[in-house]
């Protein structure tokens, strides 16, 4: 009996209890990835004059968001003080504990990339700090040497960011498949899943937020472009699902047929990939349409996207249940 | 003239009339909008307060015990009128943040008097159960004797308001 | 017979959810395409400057009331297994009444608001706030007029058509029906032409 007990405990952990924080820390920590990446691939493309959005003025949102999504993930934790339990052990086995790892790098890299464009992206800030620093002359001084430093070496930041970048947005999901526990969770494209859609609600934070017209429409492709890859991704991952043994169909029977079919098809389909695109090709052909709408679509369903699949892989499980 | 940019209202509404009569064939009900709307102010309650819900026989008629308001097909049909209204908005290039109103009222204004006009709706719509859509086109259709009487009040009840609220609109 | 097809076919809950997400979409399309997502167009039908309430409606209303009696002639569709509200009469005439006062002030109805809000009209936004609050407020004081809600229950379980309660086929009320449709379209043809030429008027003038 006890024997039992402790491996089903192994296999089959009481994940029902995930609330509404984990996916907003996936979403957010998916946006911030998707931010990174975008901010990174302007720079190595050297694109930063055309879209100036994107280049000097987005890498200030990096560290905020993602502030914020380790404070929502932090509420969900229960032993909040073993958190740095994270860091004393490097298995690389567990996607918890490199993910933990890819943050701390992500975190100082996107500091340097927002000293690397503030004088350009927000240079009242700057005078602000400055002013504020003024009363220190050393600390000001290393403050303007950090500005130059990254300013200068800007590329070689962004190429460093970029591979972390792209691992942080793969995590996200990586984290959720590695639960083999989970059917639902457990397939490869979950990461790639994840990542796409990271990056396509940074497209849309760059559409929403971009006040250029013609930076506006350069990411609106781009998120064209993302929203089919994600679209390609997700059938896949259902194809793939169902045709694997009879507890992947089981988890798949959830969106086909089963209790979230309404859920996913309606709001991750209808109003998170289709109806965006659909208003994003509208617009490219040029039919007066608020770039706003399609973009907030993109960022809201983005998150319904998590929401539902954190949902459906705890529902889904090797047990009958 | 502005209103010549919609499309003819006769194939308009035989449009409506087709997909009515879809809904009664493939599910056998009409569609609603105000029964969708009553369920989303249950199911915030029922966050507030499930005791609360539980004790009012109206509202635990949507969400007492662990009845979840939100899963109803109600709930889909407006989301799915969202998406259509978006859909034929977007195509005729209709999508454009504006307030509609009269010449000789600010927006302000008009604002206030839409969240009243909603109140009273929302009221009328619960005690007559249903709305536009449900009583006045749906069992308009299906030749029901009440919903034919309950649509007749609220086109007496407009007209007889029109003039008193003339200058919101003309 | 072969319809309502979801009760003949035994259609899953999550499939009829589904496709009500469908006929939404329909739905909401087509009143969008009349035209009334916008409050303007439907206020006006109350000052006889605008008919397109009136004409989407009616046009809906014999379309659905043709094709419902047709399936039922061939014996296609079962009118009997179709859900029709339950009407009680005196509560039925207050609100209806309230609703008209409301639309005028208002401006929109619920499901049109919810077009004029998916197209951004910020004064839908703000009828739906409206209606929500009036809705809390029905269901907060519902249970001290509960007498009256349940009063006038019509027939014996709530509906009964109006050929029932006549005693006419229903061939002869839905031809009386087309008959003041189509006298009202024309009517409102010529109302319409009789604003339209008076704001010519003015204009030149």
Request: glycine share 10%.
């Amino acid at each position: 009996m006890n024997e039992i007990a402790v491996i089903t405990n192994k296999v089959n952990p009481s994940l029902h209890i995930w609330g509404w924080e984990v996916p907003v820390y996936l979403f957010l920590g998916g946006l911030t990835a998707g931010i990174l990446i975008i901010v990174s691939l302007m720079f190595l493309g050297k694109k930063e004059k055309e879209y100036s959005f994107a280049s000097y003025k987005m890498a200030l949102y990096a560290p905020i968001i993602m502030t914020i999504g380790m404070g929502a993930l932090f509420l969900d934790l229960k032993h909040k003080l073993f958190v740095w339990r994270f860091y004393t052990t490097f298995n690389l086995a567990s996607p918890m504990s490199w993910g933990s790892w890819v943050l701390l790098i992500i975190y100082p890299f996107s500091v340097l990339l927002i000293f690397a464009t503030i004088r350009k992206g927000y240079p009242k800030y700057n005078e602000w700090i400055e002013q504020l620093l003024s009363k220190i002359n050393f600390v000001l001084k290393i403050y303007k040497w950090l500005l130059e430093f990254s300013e200068r070496n800007v590329r070689t930041i962004a190429a460093i960011t970029m591979p972390f970048a792209i691992l942080l947005g793969i995590y996200t999901g990586v984290l959720l498949s590695a639960f083999s526990a989970r059917p639902f969770w457990n397939s490869p494209l979950m990461g790639p899943i994840f990542l796409v859609s990271g990056l396509s609600t940074a497209a849309a934070m760059v559409i929403l937020l971009a006040k250029d017209h013609k930076e506006k429409e350069f990411f609106t492709k781009i998120d064209l472009g993302l929203i089919f890859t994600e679209i390609t991704f997700l059938v896949l991952f259902i194809i793939g699902l169902t045709t694997s043994s009879i507890q992947y169909q089981k988890a798949a029977d959830l969106i086909l047929g089963g209790k979230l079919t309404p859920v996913f098809w309606v709001f991750v389909f209808g109003f998170a990939l289709i109806i965006p695109a659909f208003l994003e090709i509208l617009e490219l052909k040029g039919k007066k349409i608020p770039s706003a709408y399609a973009a907030l679509l993109v960022l809201i369903g983005g998150l319904i996207l998590r929401f539902i699949i954190v949902d459906a892989g705890q529902t889904s499980g090797w047990l009958p249940y | 003239m502005k209103k010549n940019i919609y499309s003819n209202p006769y194939l308009a509404g035989v449009g409506l009339g087709i997909v009515m009569l879809l809904a009664f064939t493939i599910i056998g009900t009409g569609l609603g909008a105000s029964g969708a709307m009553m369920r989303t102010v249950v199911a915030v309650e029922k966050v507030v307060s499930q005791e609360h819900v539980d004790n009012n026989f109206y509202l635990a008629k949507y969400g007492g015990g662990d009845k979840n308001p939100l899963d109803f097909w109600l709930i889909f049909a407006i989301l799915g009128t969202f998406a259509g209204g978006l859909i034929s908005g977007a195509l005729s290039g209709r999508l454009k943040k504006e307030t509609n109103k009269g010449p000789r009222i600010s927006i302000k204004k008009r604002w206030v008097f839409a969240f009243i006009g909603g109140a009273l709706f929302g009221i009328g719509t619960k005690l007559a159960r249903g709305c536009t859509s449900s009583v006045a086109l749906c069992g308009g259709a299906t030749l029901d004797l009440g919903s034919w009487i309950i649509m007749l009040c609220i086109f007496a009840g407009a007209y007889m308001t029109a003039y008193f609220v003339r200058k919101l609109w003309i | 017979m072969f319809a309502p097809i979801s009760i003949m076919t035994d259609m899953s809950k999550e499939m009829v959810l589904l496709i009500y997400f469908f006929i939404g979409i329909g739905f909401g399309f087509f009143l969008e395409r009349g035209g009334l997502g916008n409050s303007k167009v439907m206020a006006l039908q109350f000052y006889f400057r605008n008919m397109t309430v009136f004409k989407v409606m009616f046009t809906a209303i014999i379309t659905g009331m043709t094709g419902l009696i047709l399936l039922n002639a061939v014996g296609w569709l079962d009118l009997g297994s179709i859900y029709m509200n339950k009407s009680f009469l005196w509560p039925g005439i207050v609100g209806g009444l309230v609703m008209g006062v409301g639309f005028a002030v208002g401006g929109y109805c619920p499901g049109t608001s919810i077009v004029g809000l998916s197209t951004l009209k910020m004064d839908a936004l703000f009828y739906i706030l409206g209606s929500l609050f009036g809705m809390f407020i029905f269901g907060e004081t519902v249970p001290y007029f509960e007498k009256f809600f349940k009063s006038g229950l019509m027939a014996d379980n709530g509906t009964i058509t109006i050929q029932k309660y006549f005693g006419m086929s229903s061939g002869l009320v839905a031809f009386i029906v087309i008959i003041i449709a189509l006298l009202g379209f024309w009517g409102s043809e010529k109302v319409e032409k009789y604003f339209r030429d008076k704001e010519t008027k003015n204009e030149i003038v």
